[in-house]
């Protein structure tokens, strides 16, 4: 294992010289145009072009025009805290979101919070929220005061209520039709784009469904043949192609980079492919999600990747290619361009945390993934007594991911250095976080088995 790997800066004076190589700022090129899709609760394996019996030729076809990513992750395995990873590029444990936001709730995101569009606006961008927010509904909280220009879709997700359609800050629908929102969605896009002038623009498209319950329009309604499930996601892919359409219509994909991804894996319905787990759970199924990238000449045409990228590296990676400034606070994600582009099959990067509320219960490093703890049930159960209780392990588990994706192989009584070296950064991490996950991650370690046993949580040397 390299010890320069764990040098924080040597890393950082990496990530440096891979910006001096391959930069993309204004003054080389116009800024793209930037969408993002994202579905809630489409899982690892949902999509045509992971294997599934669902049709989606438009999102297949991005992925044969675009590159295809086979180790993405979401920093969460549940809504609003894996929502405020993709647009802060932070862990949502730092920005004020460590688990779902309900309609009592308050607060959200942070407002001391950095967004994706708060940091394009400076760059003459403009920035649209179409669909499901689920980062706060009360005042300050909503999109417009997050950098969006305009907001149109539901304030959290589609099984709370009340669940009323909002335009900016107006409710324009108390309850909202559940089988016309992909359609309205997709109507107020398109819209967005065909507006959008000579300006560059952010639209950031967070559908409402596969989120139970289910419901699509009569167009599709009964149409696939994987039931109800199929019919919204093939709605949703009728979408993507509407999208794409009105890009190419007016002029605009080449300097269009569009992104299609999930914020974790399925929930009831949905496959995680072949993966262990489902959403509310930081096995695989819950964690990892599908992940395309299209830029006409500019990202890899027809290529499926295996480098290891997550949500929080997207803030980052758009700040790159439109000449942004970095938030003021640190970020956990890094620059994924040369990826994108290219330029490299894979990038060295520090120790990716998976988190569920404020406990950190696993760790990836390269290949491999050791987990700390996990949650006695699935996160739909009701809370305490009789609901989840994160448990941590007995010994860190430890599992190749390469060689066993499916984590059923516990190897680390075979690696213990693997073990000793991934747990100790993650406690000298740990350190930087807020004190609910540092208190957190102490009681963890309480419940290991006494150090220096075999598999023990090591201690930092």
């Not at 929102?181 to 409402?208: C, D, W």
């Not at 490093?365 to 006695?376: I, M, P, S, V």
């Amino acid at each position: 294992m390299s010890k320069h790997f764990f040098d924080r800066r040597a890393f950082l004076k990496a990530a440096g010289a891979t910006l001096a190589v391959h930069p993309l700022t204004a003054a080389q090129a116009p800024p793209p145009n930037i969408v993002l899709i994202l579905c809630d609760d489409l899982g690892y394996g949902d999509l045509g072009c992971y294997g599934s019996g669902i049709r989606t030729p438009n999102i297949d076809r991005l992925a044969s025009e675009g590159t295809r990513f086979t180790q993405f992750y979401s920093a969460n395995p549940v809504c609003s805290p894996s929502r405020a990873a993709w647009l802060t590029g932070r862990y949502p444990t730092r920005v004020g979101v460590p688990r779902v936001l309900f309609p009592q709730d308050k607060g959200g995101l942070d407002k001391s919070e950095q967004t994706i569009a708060s940091l394009l606006k400076p760059r003459g961008y403009h920035t649209i929220c179409i669909g499901k927010w689920h980062l706060g509904h009360t005042s300050g909280y909503l999109p417009t005061s997050r950098g969006f220009d305009e907001y149109f879709g539901i304030p959290y997700s589609n099984d709370m209520n009340p669940r009323p359609l909002m335009h900016n800050t107006s409710i324009i629908e108390p309850e909202a039709t559940l089988e016309t929102l992909t359609a309205r969605y997709t109507e107020q896009a398109v819209k967005f784009i065909e507006a959008s002038g000579g300006n560059p623009f952010f639209l950031y498209m967070p559908h409402t469904f596969p989120h139970i319950p289910l419901a699509s329009s009569a167009r599709f309604r009964g149409k696939s043949p994987l039931g109800d499930y199929g019919d919204v996601v093939e709605e949703i892919d009728w979408s993507v192609g509407q999208v794409m359409s009105t890009l190419k219509r007016r002029g605009l994909d080449k300097n269009t980079l569009v992104l299609f991804s999930s914020d974790n894996g399925p929930w009831y319905q949905g496959s995680p492919g072949l993966l262990r787990g489902r959403k509310g759970e930081t096995y695989e199924g819950g964690v990892r999600v599908p992940f395309l990238a299209r830029w006409t000449g500019r990202v890899r045409t027809g290529k499926t990747t295996r480098a290891l990228a997550g949500s929080v590296d997207i803030l980052p990676t758009l700040a790159h290619l439109a000449g942004a400034s970095l938030p003021g606070k640190p970020v956990d994600g890094i620059d994924i361009w040369s990826l994108l582009s290219g330029e490299k099959e894979s990038i060295d990067r520090e120790v990716m945390l998976y988190f569920d509320n404020w406990n950190v219960q696993c760790a990836r490093w390269k290949q491999w993934k050791l987990h700390f703890a996990r949650y006695n049930n699935a996160a739909y159960n009701p809370a305490p007594p009789g609901g989840r209780i994160n448990l941590p392990l007995a010994k860190p588990e430890l599992y190749n991911l390469e060689a066993d994706p499916n984590e059923s192989y516990d190897v680390a009584a075979q690696n213990p250095d693997v073990v000793s070296r991934i747990a100790q950064r993650v406690e000298t991490l740990v350190e930087g976080f807020p004190e609910e996950v540092r208190k957190a991650f102490a009681e963890t370690k309480s419940r290991q088995v006494r150090p220096g046993a075999a598999g023990a949580l090591p201690r930092p040397v």
